[in-house]
């Protein structure tokens, strides 16, 4: 049985004090988090380990980074590795996020160096793909993000490709209160779990949970999640308000 994964992008939001707060209020709403619900918060760089001393003992909660670097050390200053990530006991960490696409110009090539070196270090990948709005309304969604996948997942081994999470995030819906429809988001998950069955075999495309992300809320996270390869959401502004988000870890199938 796949994971079902509900997972906060803070993005660039929150002091520490608010973020500090918005954790513990998770944590008291959600003393165990059933079935085997997994929670993931990606939140900034600078409050990973001050997260990691609120989550300590709780296994249902885990931490992401929202990138690390395509290049394992060195002269890069600003820069942060898979193994320094590693090295603090992070386990998780978003790949490809459209905005990084877009704002840091961040290639194919370098996602699979991404998702090569988190692999290196024991850290999941949430990989990022999903089509930009005129593909949507004039172009092929489904061939445009599995051109997504075999552009940085190729180089993997079918072994690393079973250990991916795969988050799906329309770019359309990303930040603009626009959520692909529950038909929409099931069409394009069984597009790319059809892909990865194709490539990599049935068992291994079973296994892989692949997120919805895009104005996920309270109010349509259930219609959502309900979806048979929906297997739980990538929330930004959502994830921000504590009572939004865990409406949401809720909704969780
Ligand atoms: C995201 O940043 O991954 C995202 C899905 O944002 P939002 O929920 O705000 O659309």
Sequence with gaps: M?????????KMNLSWKEGNELINQLLDRHPAINNGHQVILAVPFPYLTLAAKLIAGRSDFALAAQNCYHLPAGAYTGEVSAS??????????????SERREYQQETPAQLADKLQLCFNHAITPIFCCGEPLPIRENGDPSRYV??????????????QIAQLIIAYEPIWA????????????Q?????????????????????????YGGSVKSSNATEIFANPDVDGGLVGGASLIADEFSAIIKALP
């Design 174 to 185: 990303i930040g603009t209160g626009k959520t692909a429809s529950s038909a929409q988001a």
């Design 146 to 159: 599995t051109d997504q996948l075999i552009a940085s997942l190729s180089s993997l081994a079918p072994e």
């Design 2 to 10: 796949r994971k079902k994964i509900a997972a906060a992008n803070w």
């Design 84 to 97: 320094m990530l590693a090295s603090i006991g992070i386990k998780y960490c978003v790949v490809g996020h």
């Design 187 to 211: 069409e394009m998950h069984l597009a790319i779990r059809n892909y990865l069955r194709d490539t990599y075999g049935s068992s291994i495309a079973a296994e892989i949970p692949i997120l």
